[in-house]
């Protein structure tokens, strides 16, 4: 009889460890996946954001560098089909004009894309803190 009522008791410890465990397995698991899941998504959204200014400056960068390489190729090597017409474009100081001309339509498309890029930067910077604020609030949830 006693080796029952012994039995009993370490089955009844055994229950309130298992449950002790589980409950706070359940409440810091939970909050250790969902942070996980927010830590990733406020990281990916800030690598995406850089990730975007990179290329928008990068593909810039290079449309421009192409179409003065493009430019300078046929301004310098015209072929005997285009050279009178060439020419009299020279005379009247088009080809001039049309190089300067890239240069300042790629400074004013630049200022453009800047304008835009800074308004993403608002909505980029907005979603961020969004995140960022869901973050901490995770964060004082799994400390309490």
């Given at each position: 009889m006693?080796?029952?009522?012994?039995?009993?008791?370490?089955?009844s410890?055994?229950?309130?460890?298992?449950?002790?465990?589980?409950?706070?397995?359940?409440?810091?698991?939970?909050?250790?996946?969902?942070?996980?899941?927010?830590?990733t998504?406020?990281?990916?959204?800030?690598?995406?954001?850089?990730?975007f200014?990179?290329?928008?400056?990068?593909?810039?960068?290079?449309l421009?560098?192409?179409?003065?390489?493009?430019?300078?190729?046929?301004l310098?090597?015209p072929?005997?089909?285009?050279?009178?017409?060439?020419?009299?474009?020279?005379?009247?100081?088009?080809?001039?004009?049309?190089?300067?001309?890239v240069?300042?339509?790629?400074?004013s498309?630049?200022?453009i894309?800047?304008?835009?890029?800074?308004?993403?930067?608002?909505?980029?910077l907005?979603?961020?803190?969004?995140?960022?604020?869901?973050?901490g609030?995770?964060l004082?949830?799994?400390?309490?």
């Amino acid at each position: 009889m006693p080796f029952l009522v012994a039995i009993g008791g370490i089955s009844s410890a055994l229950i309130y460890i298992i449950k002790f465990l589980k409950n706070i397995l359940l409440k810091y698991a939970t909050h250790a996946v969902i942070l996980s899941v927010q830590f990733t998504i406020t990281a990916s959204t800030i690598a995406f954001v850089i990730l975007f200014y990179g290329f928008t400056i990068t593909a810039f960068i290079s449309l421009y560098n192409s179409l003065i390489n493009a430019l300078n190729y046929v301004l310098n090597n015209p072929d005997a089909t285009l050279s009178t017409f060439y020419g009299f474009l020279s005379c009247m100081g088009v080809t001039d004009a049309v190089n300067n001309g890239v240069t300042l339509l790629f400074a004013s498309v630049g200022s453009i894309m800047i304008f835009h890029l800074f308004r993403f930067t608002f909505g980029a910077l907005n979603v961020i803190k969004n995140e960022i604020f869901k973050l901490g609030v995770l964060l004082g949830q799994a400390v309490n």
